[in-house]
């Protein structure tokens, strides 16, 4: 049985260094997400098995080999830990999740915030990152913008929300600023 609380203290190190778009509170946040998807439908999904891929999906890339160590001292099998390793996988790749607990990390990664929250998280992480409005403008259009897709019935109509009011919001602030 997972213990949420030493879930947390495992990975809140991962996080600290993080930009503040990607740090604990986003996890946080992608996991509020995660439960709003669940409610929205049901879902037979190993819930537990989801959870812990929504804490790693944001430094899985960088440390597997702590995150398979640290499933182990839990006492899951080498089974269950390959499941939540292509869980977390699945939740930032390009290609379709095979797993409905991937499609629905996916989702909420995509989703979280809601309808503003898109261009919110894009505009503040080009600047965290350095990048000059226009830098980050020009990677929202060309990175972003109707480049995504989410896989689930319910996701579909808010993601699709979000990337139209994004566009105007762009479309807006380009007018605004653009010197002829």
Known sequence: ???????????????????????????????????????????????????????????IYSHEDDVKTWLISQGLSDEEISTIVKISYESQRTEIPE??????LHDAHLIEGGKVYLITKCLITGSVRGQSLLETINYIEENILDKSTCYLPGTMKLFKDANLFANDFITELKKGILID
């Open 1 to 59: 049985m997972m213990d949420k609380a030493k879930l947390i203290e495992f990975v809140r190190p991962y996080y600290a260094d993080k930009d503040i778009m990607h740090n604990m509170w986003h996890i946080e946040l992608v996991d509020k997400w995660v439960n709003k998807i669940l409610d929205m439908n049901y879902y037979d999904v190993n819930i537990e098995h989801l959870t812990f891929a929504t804490y790693f999906h944001g430094f």
């Open 99 to 104: 797993s409905i607990e991937g499609k629905i």
